[in-house]
């Protein structure tokens, strides 16, 4: 009888523990996966208050940094958003074609997905300031979280360029970034001057905007001679042409 008791809790223990592994599984799965159909947002997102910012099936409400039509570089195939490096060489279109969208904003949750090529590089910019007789570049005035191939390209070589990071500014606390082509979900929070960066349901960066010690932080990069750098705390949200094929999905925001 005791034998029988004793096999009886073992089995129900592998049961359960089986059970909170698929759990777990189940969980973590859907933590890195924003919608079920990408351009789309379920009905807890919508009543959470967040809204899509690209639909999945057209560039609306995105313009090139500057201002002009992105289509002829960046296109929409099955809910991504891909810039096309094929379409630049061909057609001979010179520059970088970095993206902005068209609404700005303050305190915001950002949310979005990205995958990028072989030995590729990338970025999502925040608090831009389009003023291009001022600002030649998005980054001139923005932020960036860092999106790159860590295996292959230079950029990972140096401290504070690695996929996740706030680009020269801060090192991402742990690596979770997945190999080139495959998909990663990256967070931006911005909250009355407080900054948070997730990457793949992990807080990589946490850090306090507009303070002395980010003054002092500002001050120790490659950005130290750009006044406006890092200073708007209103401004546009932008995706970077790097040269590198990257795609982009299920971008979503909250304001706060």
């Given at each position: 009888?005791?034998?029988?008791?004793?096999?009886s809790?073992?089995?129900a223990?592998?049961?359960?523990?089986?059970s909170?592994?698929?759990?777990?599984?189940?969980?973590?799965?859907?933590?890195?996966?924003?919608?079920?159909v990408?351009?789309?947002?379920?009905e807890?997102?919508?009543?959470?208050?967040?809204?899509?910012?690209?639909?999945?099936?057209?560039?609306?409400?995105?313009?090139?940094y500057?201002?002009?039509?992105?289509?002829s570089?960046w296109?929409v195939?099955e809910g991504?958003?891909?810039?096309d490096?094929a379409i630049?060489?061909?057609q001979?279109?010179?520059?970088?074609?970095?993206?902005?969208?068209?609404?700005?904003?303050?305190?915001?949750?950002?949310?979005?997905?990205?995958?990028?090529?072989?030995?590729?590089?990338?970025?999502?910019i925040?608090?831009?300031?389009?003023?291009?007789?001022?600002?030649?570049?998005?980054w001139e005035?923005?932020?960036?979280?860092?999106v790159?191939?860590?295996?292959?390209?230079?950029?990972?070589?140096?401290?504070?360029?690695?996929?996740g990071?706030?680009?020269?500014?801060?090192?991402?606390?742990?690596?979770?970034?997945?190999?080139y082509?495959?998909?990663n979900?990256a967070?931006?929070?911005?909250?009355a001057?407080?900054l948070?960066?997730?990457?793949?349901?992990e807080?990589?960066?946490?850090t306090?905007?507009?303070?002395?010690n980010?003054?002092?932080?500002?001050?120790a990069?490659?950005?130290?001679?750009?006044?406006?750098?890092?200073t708007?705390?209103?401004?546009?949200?932008?995706?970077?042409?790097h040269?590198?094929?990257?795609?982009?999905?299920?971008?979503?925001?909250?304001k706060?």
């Amino acid at each position: 009888m005791a034998r029988i008791f004793i096999f009886s809790v073992i089995v129900a223990s592998l049961i359960s523990c089986h059970s909170n592994s698929e759990k777990e599984k189940t969980e973590m799965d859907t933590s890195v996966t924003t919608t079920v159909v990408p351009g789309s947002l379920t009905e807890t997102q919508v009543a959470e208050g967040w809204q899509l910012l690209f639909d999945g099936k057209t560039t609306r409400g995105w313009h090139k940094y500057g201002g002009g039509a992105i289509d002829s570089v960046w296109k929409v195939m099955e809910g991504v958003l891909m810039l096309d490096t094929a379409i630049k060489k061909e057609q001979q279109i010179k520059g970088d074609w970095d993206i902005v969208t068209d609404e700005e904003f303050e305190n915001f949750h950002l949310r979005l997905e990205w995958k990028i090529s072989k030995d590729g590089n990338s970025g999502i910019i925040f608090y831009i300031h389009e003023d291009k007789g001022r600002y030649n570049w998005p980054w001139e005035t923005g932020m960036e979280m860092q999106v790159l191939d860590n295996a292959g390209h230079p950029d990972a070589k140096i401290v504070k360029h690695r996929a996740g990071d706030l680009y020269d500014i801060i090192s991402c606390s742990k690596e979770t970034v997945k190999p080139y082509d495959e998909w990663n979900l990256a967070e931006v929070k911005c909250a009355a001057g407080k900054l948070d960066l997730y990457l793949n349901g992990e807080n990589v960066v946490s850090t306090t905007l507009w303070d002395e010690n980010w003054k002092k932080m500002v001050a120790a990069s490659k950005f130290r001679d750009m006044p406006g750098f890092g200073t708007y705390r209103k401004g546009r949200i932008g995706l970077q042409d790097h040269g590198n094929g990257v795609s982009y999905r299920n971008i979503m925001i909250k304001k706060l």
